[in-house]
Nanobody, 113 residues
Framework: QVQLVESGGGLVQVGGSLRLSCAAS????????MGWYRQAPGKQRELVAR???????NYADFVKGRFAISRDNAKNTMYLQMDSLKPEDTAVYYC???????WGQGTQVTVSS
């Protein structure tokens, strides 16, 4: 079964850190550019960061300098290191495989102030 599974979310205080993981079930991971998205209650889903097959990255302005996206193609896994977290980062975070348009189930991140 082709799927993505996110993990690593949780409750953290302002200024804290979390590391999200997105594990792919198959080799489709290696042919896909990948992205992290988030959706807060009452808001549209928005792109947080993306990484190409070759490792090129780009970030939304609201996370630049705080978040870092990476991938390990040998492990079929993508990561999102989130530092200096703010209450406005609270959302469900999803990973996406762009070519195959596959989404994970999401992982909740809550930043308390």
């Amino acid at each position: 079964q082709v799927q993505l599974v996110e993990s690593g979310g949780g409750l953290v205080q302002v200024g804290g850190s979390l590391r999200l993981s997105c594990a792919a079930s198959g080799t489709f991971f290696r042919i896909n550019d990948m992205g992290w998205y988030r959706q807060a209650p009452g808001k549209q889903r928005e792109l947080v960061a993306r990484i190409t097959i070759g490792g090129a990255t780009n970030y939304a302005d609201f996370v630049k300098g705080r978040f870092a996206i990476s991938r390990d193609n040998a492990k079929n896994t993508m990561y999102l290191q989130m530092d200096s977290l703010k209450p406005e980062d609270t959302a469900v975070y999803y990973c996406n495989a762009e070519l195959n348009n596959i989404w994970g189930q999401g992982t909740q991140v809550t930043v308390s102030s």
